[in-house]
């Protein structure tokens, strides 16, 4: 493709509401121009960049055996209203009535469309299993969109259903997309994780989503770097600490700590490490008797943990007041030591239950007590995982140690098992000739998402870093003079038809424009190899090559361009 | 692709509702499944031939130079308000509110969001002409959707926009885009003909449509098997005949017809052909002068040209009651003769002129008039093209003689001019710095009505006949006992790694029916070619052929399968 005669529009500045760095620079290169809010034209550039990731992920998925189909945008409200998501799903979901007054949706997703397809054609446990997928534009009418296309509301996505006879079949169907996903992600060139979804326990998990790592992505992942394990911070697992809980070596004894109410003066003051202070937070479950967790200084509560512990579901923090009432102390002075087990509940992470000599609040307001042990001073706690993980925690799966990340979602798997067959009636005969409800996976990729997501991930001052899988072209041939020196253009235009020749996508810059604007564009766009022809260059015989990463351009001969290229190309 | 690993799922009747043969045959060999009324699953058999229409279309597109991007399906309202078609467009644009309250529209085209990006990005005559195009579902809320894919709400447009610095441009590209469609629907293996839609005049046409050729098409075209002429019925030009009219050699006779008011009743009682009685239509024109258009027996009426003739627009056909109380005789028995032209209009056909002793109503009830002669018996009249061509009847252009054919319209192109740009604003600097409208030209391809139009052209009491350019499979391999004997199914398995291997889309029949449901499914699905592995021929070394559209079977060498087969695939 010749410049001139493809629609290169960038801009000096993004616009002052685009939010973050890929908006930004997606609307900076051209790749997108907005229509309404989260609704956006995707030009020819950007639509390079997407027709890229689809393919690699419609190869992958035929790999896998899916079956790719085309359902309608548009879908008839009986549907939704047979599933009982017409009742239940919020506002983002687009209604309307057609002109004859029946009510439609326009479909954020398929479930109901795919079953209905499958409950009509599949009589018998010999046309199982089935997986079909489609790459179709959807609509969520997202109440604040944002960041461009990461949270649009016209969006493309990648939507697969399986059907199974058995979970055992979904199960092994589930395994593989797992693995194809890793392999569309692998080849999209993104670092990336997938991440339970659910308990964060391995095998069985019913539920798996896939994020690119990225500084600003929205979501933090814990994962350790020697193994696959990756779970969403807030499901992560915190072990019990595997060393046992020394025995007790100082007394206990009550300090005045005045003022000294946040955990890191308290522990100052005392001269300990925060590892070593035991904060204590009170709250009241929905029965009513108060509750402390207790959880070491330098740890923070994971209220989704605490969340499922038995009688804690729906708690909420104690008020000054009732803790005064209770414990007789303010907040930043309270702990288990002398509370009245009747009537409160003491719970503590499991990393307290392994300090020995350790400070907490003395339930009098402005003193603490050290040396506190459990067992001598006050009764053993009940244990439970209470916490946050945090980087060098033991990894679940015991294969190493944990780091944090953050990650955007774009992709998810996910056993549905019989949630909407058995509500559509999408049923099937099994080898005994019984009826059986039909077990159901889905499997969803952000198509549009994904490029946001790759340029959040790849990006620098001079714009966007494309992975080279997907960048809208793999080399820019920059010419020095084309329009002036007959021989630059010559050589360029010869460069332009040998590496097509052999199937590279390559841009030639034939606009009249200085080179340094050249030079900016074409780092701008993200293309990741760039061919400088110049006059004096010429005059030795050589050309120019710079990679988007690349700190400084190097010459090689001109004779060996093709060469040179492809071998740059095979290391991408 | 193995059958069995693909979903192949043909009924043995068409749904009762489904009313044309596309409509039924893509139901029947499971191309599509119905959602709702006029809005369809694309199965995937239906989307392997939606998408080798789209590939073709997108090649051609690309080689005229035009640049893909993707335009959201949703659009604001404001935009159709400043092009004044929110209240222009009828219900067939389906409006919605979000969930603000904010107006929007489901695209059913994309004029007004295409102007609005190029009037935001170029300012200059040097960035012009630009050509965009997508590949999109569109929706179109029609009243009474039918025909399946023919006729239906959610549909698959390909829709292109030009943008010109001046009218010469625009007519420019226009050309290329005529040329354009021309190549994309002989690569799709269609007849079809480019069709003047407005007055069908050679040159300066500013809007053509592309029909396939088909009995069940819903237009009635004209064309010229010696040109590329052709137009609508209702617009083809009927040229005045060459020859001059013969003195007249008859003398004028008045003769009682009793009862033959039919004008085949009358010639055969007068004993002349219907080419030589005039038929007298009276008509009321707006402002309520009788008139009487006249038209050889043999022809018909084209209430669209009579209507374009100064004074007629908006006609009526006179009742009996009016005819009887100014020309004294019911409508059978009118004609020319005796009318006092100073109250009665007489307009005759140009092939009328042409006669001499013809015959006509002797404005006498019963009575007809026989050896008739403008200016001798009665003033001559004014002259129009009044009527519908027929078969053999001169090409406008000079180059031969009409046929006719009916039509199913698949593509349009249509010089938009100035409309939208100059609603709008979508301007550009010209060379001396003037602000100019931009000119504009659209270009649309019904991408899934194709599928549907390829099988009107294309079917017989077996099913469809697909062109092989959009065939789902190329060539189908049919094994006689591919569960039962080994070397049957070694054989088939090789042949289809072998032709798989040079770029064959083969389909191996690898189900466990009986031979003739799979010989009945692989022709109702349309595939051009088939071979069959059977144990006796291969025995003998032999294999079976078959084309689509052949009456016999043809054996040949099994060695020789993939060379007979590229000669096979190089005919189509």
């Not at 000739?433 to 997501?453: L, P």
Request: aromatic share 8%; glycine share 10%; proline share 5%.
């Amino acid at each position: 493709m010749h410049s001139s005669k493809f629609f290169l529009s960038t801009l000096k500045e993004a616009p002052a509401d685009a939010e973050i760095a890929s908006q930004q620079l997606m609307l900076r290169a051209g790749l997108i121009k907005r229509v309404a809010a989260g609704v956006y034209t995707w030009m020819p550039l950007g639509l390079r960049v997407l027709k890229k990731v689809e393919a690699i992920v419609r190869e992958e998925m035929d790999r896998a055996g899916a079956l790719e189909l085309l359902m309608p945008a548009v879908q008839p409200a009986e549907l939704w209203q047979e599933s009982g998501r017409w009742e239940k799903y919020g506002p983002e979901l687009l209604r309307f009535k057609d002109r004859h007054q029946r009510d439609f949706v326009i479909g954020p997703t398929h479930e109901e469309v795919i079953t209905d397809v499958v409950r009509r054609e599949i009589r018998s446990y010999r046309q199982l299993p089935v997986h079909f997928y489609q790459i179709q534009s959807k609509f969520r009418d997202e109440i604040r969109p944002r960041f461009g296309v990461m949270r649009g509301r016209e969006f493309i996505m990648k939507d697969g259903y399986s059907f199974h006879a058995g979970f055992h079949d979904l199960e092994r169907e589930y395994g593989k997309m797992h693995e194809t996903y890793s392999h569309i992600f692998t080849r999209l060139g993104l670092a990336f994780r997938a991440v339970a979804a659910d308990t964060g326990s391995i095998g069985g998990a019913g539920s798996h989503e896939f994020h690119v790592i990225a500084e600003t992505g929205e979501d933090d992942i814990a994962y350790c770097p020697d193994s696959d394990y990756a779970a969403n911070v807030e499901l992560a697992e915190a072990l019990a600490p595997a060393t046992p809980r020394p025995a007790p070596a100082a007394s206990l004894e009550k300090v005045a700590t005045p003022g000294k109410n946040a955990c890191a003066d308290a522990a100052d003051f005392l001269g300990i490490p925060l590892a070593r202070l035991v904060k204590t937070i009170a709250i009241m479950p929905e029965d009513g008797a108060l509750t402390l967790l207790l959880l070491r200084a330098d740890h923070t509560l994971n209220e989704i943990k605490a969340g499922k512990i038995a009688g804690l579901a729906g708690f909420r923090f104690a008020s000054e007041a009732e803790i005064e009432a209770r414990l007789g102390a303010l907040p930043g002075s309270i702990g288990p030591v002398g509370v009245d087990r009747q009537k409160v509940r003491v719970i503590a992470d499991r990393s307290v239950s392994a300090l020995s000599d350790f400070a907490c609040g003395a339930n009098t307001t402005g003193f603490h007590l050290t040396g506190v042990n459990f067992g001598r001073d006050c009764p053993e706690p009940e244990l439970a995982d209470l916490r946050n993980v945090v980087p060098g925690d033991p990894s679940p799966d015991g294969k190493g140690r944990l780091a944090l990340c953050r990650g955007i979602e774009v992709g998810h798997i996910f056993q549905l098992r019989t949630t909407y067959a058995q509500a559509l009636g999408c049923c099937y005969l099994d080898e005994s000739g019984q009826n059986q409800v039909m077990e159901m996976g889905c499997y969803g990729i952000g198509i549009s998402r994904i490029v946001g997501a790759a340029i959040e991930q790849g990006h620098d001052e001079k714009g966007i870093v494309f992975p080279a899988a997907i960048a809208p072209f793999q080399v820019a041939i920059v010419p020095l003079g084309y329009h002036r020196n007959e021989k630059v253009k010559a050589e360029a235009e010869h460069l332009y038809d040998e590496l097509r020749a052999v199937g590279v996508d390559v841009l030639l810059d034939d606009r009249d424009l200085r080179p340094g604007s050249m030079f900016a564009d074409m780092d701008l766009i993200g293309i990741p190899h760039r061919i400088v022809v110049g006059e004096r260059g010429l005059r030795d015989g050589t050309l120019e090559y710079k990679g988007r990463r690349d700190a400084e351009a190097l010459t090689f001969p001109a004779t060996e361009a093709r060469q040179f290229l492809a071998a740059r190309l095979r290391q991408d």
